[in-house]
């Protein structure tokens, strides 16, 4: 206790970053011992940061660990790649991959490992039809669009059906008709002709198109968004700038705000930049196929994304336990 009988305020405890806690939150007066106390304020509300030396990172947790939707970026890409192939050959440096140690050995037992020598492709027949699983671990952007784009090269030849997962690592293509191996190996089918023509029409992508010339006719000032005393709705808005894009694609078809429109889909939306490397990248790897009996620990992941999206009254958690459990027979 200080003098005067006021109580003394406990020394911040440890915690290894920087910590920002909303005043009233009831994490205020959370210890943070080791580190440095601040207080400052803001127009809304009081906060309190706590500044700590750092500690040893254990399992990376962020965007990916926590089910987020960040795709990986071109250098974690590479980074991913290089550690995977230092799996391969049995060298696990670091805390990360000794903890992962146990499931890239299984992954490597019952199938193999993707790296950036090779790209490996897993079939795997079930009752849903047949799984392709592609591991090109260049992030769940790049990795939807090269799924999309796969979807529609395949189906040129003949109508096909595909469900389609994606996650960092790779993504999975679901048809319930056979696809010879010959198609997937053929080159022709990762080629980079035409490609932005086969992503605009993969995507449907006049419809994102559309979405972004709206924005960009608001703030070219086409679209009258109303007066202070009374706004113009969005069903207004829209109405509006889908004329205009009517208009212009009928009578001004090199519009340069309809050049602006279809090179945000493809630069934003559909990466087409990253796209065309990864495709230049798998020209350059080989193919490793491998015919699995049971979906691999890299596979169980996308089967489980798409699980997520499809209409069942079975919870989410009876189906992945009696996923695990045949798995693990």
Partial sequence: RRAGGATARARPHRWGRLHRVAAGSGLGGL???GGRHRRGSSPRAAWRCWWAPSAPLGPPVGAAGAGGKMPLSLEMSEALAACLQEASQSRYQGPAMQWAKELLQWQNTHS????????????YRSREGYHWFLYPLQGRQVHLGLAALLGWRLAKARPRSFSIAVNDYGFEMLCAEPIEQAQWLDPELWALDSLVDDCMESFNATELAQRRFREIARIAGLVQQGFPSKQASARQLQASSSLFWEVFNRYDAE??????????VLNQELEHQRLASALCQIGQQSFCWQAIEKPSPFAFPLMLERLRESLSNEKLQERLARMMASLLE
């Avoid at 193999?112 to 079939?123: D, K, S, V, W």
């Fill in 31 to 33: 210890p943070v011992p």
């Fill in 255 to 264: 519009n340069l705000l309809l050049e602006q429109a279809h090179r945000e």
């Fill in 112 to 123: 193999a490992l993707p790296h950036a020598g090779h790209l490996l492709i897993e079939n």
